[in-house]
């Protein structure tokens, strides 16, 4: 996978050359360019804001440097960070991974000029994404965050697959509560069924633990969980 961000701040970046995304650029799975916005600026002080039209606090991102770096990099699938986007969810990581070319476009101050995002729909798909319900400083980090979701999905990526199967959001649920070695610590035990060995029952019990965590943290995901999906003991826990 291809993957170009275009950010006025290219140094926030750095955190793309470590563990599994870092570990992904090395081995070829994912190439990844970072571009600094204000390469495409053309005056001394290197302008990618001013003011609104209209009138009203802040300023907004010029067009004419994102044009040209939106033409520089080419096409693919744009992804455009931004609290007025569509909620960001695993379906659309899923989905995202599948392609061979993303370009991430970092909005800063009080966004770009909404004529790039409408050029750039005229010749390839644009996504206005947001995190959620609430507004950053600018687009670098919900890009961060957005890679690690996809990039975690490319094949070859994560060392055991199955854990894609098993987690959260993977089948519309929450994952179970998890534990590791010591059995006891600070005088909380490992729940019995987890050390005894039987597999059915384990798998029953974090089955269980899916479903009633899914319902008390989640009532929007459960209310939207195919009723098809669950069998008898389900709807018992
Ligand atoms: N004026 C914008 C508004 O009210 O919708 C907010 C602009 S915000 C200060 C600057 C940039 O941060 C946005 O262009 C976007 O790139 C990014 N950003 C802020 N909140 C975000 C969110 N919830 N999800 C994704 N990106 C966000």
């Known amino acids: 996978m291809r993957v170009d961000i275009i950010s006025i701040f290219p140094e ?45 606090p802040g300023m907004v991102m010029r067009p004419e440097p994102w044009g040209q770096a939106l033409d520089a990099v080419g096409e693919g699938t744009l992804i455009v960070p931004s609290p007025v986007g569509r909620p960001f969810t695993q379906a659309d990581a899923h989905e995202l991974a599948e392609l061979d070319h993303l370009i991430f476009a970092c909005g800063r101050y009080e966004g770009i000029d909404q004529r790039v995002i409408d050029d750039a729909a005229a010749r390839m798909p644009v996504r206005e994404v947001s995190l959620g319900d609430y507004v950053l400083f600018g687009g670098e980090v919900a890009v961060i965050v957005i890679m690690e979701a996809i990039v975690r999905l490319l ?32 005088s909380r035990e490992v729940p019995e069924i987890l050390r005894s060995g039987d597999h059915g029952k384990i798998a029953r019990w974090r089955r269980d633990q899916s479903l009633l965590r899914t319902a008390s943290r989640r009532p929007d995901m459960m209310a939207v969980y195919p009723a098809d999906n669950l069998d008898k003991k389900d709807r018992k826990a």
């Open 12 to 56: 926030y970046f750095a955190p793309l050359e470590l563990s599994l995304i870092g570990k992904a650029r090395t081995t070829g799975l994912l190439d990844v360019a970072v571009h600094d916005l204000r390469t495409w600026t053309s005056d001394v002080h290197r302008t990618v804001d001013d003011t609104p039209y209209g009138g009203g």
């Open 155 to 186: 094949p070859g990526v994560l060392g055991n697959a199955d854990s894609l199967t098993e987690e959260s959001h993977a089948a519309g649920l929450l994952e179970s509560p998890v534990y590791t070695k010591p059995a006891s610590w600070r």
